[in-house]
Every structure is written in structure tokens, then in C-alpha cells.
């Protein structure tokens, strides 16, 4: 079973910065898309950031470009979240997501996600 385990959230000061971890267990990490979602109270869920299997590509939410990165490390089966010059509206449980990417694995387009990770900004 794959599942991803998020940690790193907390509260932090507007304008700090965290970094959110999420590892997987699974034997094939490198065949996943990563993305993170957040989901802020009473909003719907929302695509943060993603990042592709090998790590080439990224794709960022317009409300978080320039102050978010996303990484993977396939060593380790972990993605990260950068989070700086946080802002109050960052406030929301955040999600790892995995995708299976590996057309000819039969799991192709199988995706796990996580429980969350609660961050809070405060001023």
C-alpha cells in the first residue's frame, strides 16, 4: 500500500518560512508525481505545487509562485514544500499527493494521498 506521511507544518509568523517533508512508502517512489495540495477552512481544496517523477518540471498555484519551491529527493522517497514570506491566507491543511505515472505498470494514474498537515500564519 502506498501512502503518503506529511510532517513539517506548524504555526509560524507572517513572513517566516516553513518546509513541509512527505515520504512514501512505496518501492517504485520514482514512478509518482508529487503535488501538494492545501485546504484552507470552509474553502474547497486546491493544487499547491507538483513536480514531475524525475524532478524537471514543476508547476506552481499563481497565489504562491515565487515564494514556494517543491523538490524530491528519489533517494529517500520524500517531496518538500519550501514555504516562504508566508501570509495569513496560507493558513490550511496541506496534502501530499502521489500519482502513478508508469504507463505500462498496470497502477497508471493510481494516486494516494496523505492526511495533512496543518499550517498556521499568524500576525
Not at 517566516?16 to 503535488?35: E, H, I, N, Q
Not at 513536480?51 to 515565487?66: C, E, P, Q, Y
Amino acid at each position: 500500500q502506498v501512502q503518503p506521511v506529511e510532517s513539517g507544518g506548524g504555526l509560524v509568523h507572517v513572513g517566516g518560512s516553513l518546509r513541509l517533508s512527505c515520504a512514501v512508502s512505496t518501492f517504485t517512489f520514482s514512478a509518482y508525481g508529487m503535488a501538494w495540495y492545501r485546504q484552507a477552512p470552509g474553502k474547497e481544496r486546491e493544487l499547491v505545487a507538483t513536480i514531475s517523477t524525475t524532478g524537471d518540471r514543476t508547476n506552481f498555484a499563481d497565489s504562491v509562485k515565487g515564494r514556494f519551491s517543491i523538490s524530491r529527493d528519489n533517494t529517500q522517497n520524500t517531496v518538500y514544500l519550501q514555504m516562504n514570506s508566508l501570509k495569513p491566507e496560507d493558513t490550511a491543511v496541506y496534502y501530499c499527493n502521489a500519482r502513478n505515472q508508469a504507463i505500462l505498470s498496470g497502477y497508471y494514474g493510481m494516486e494516494y494521498w496523505g492526511k495533512g498537515t496543518l499550517v498556521t500564519v499568524f500576525s
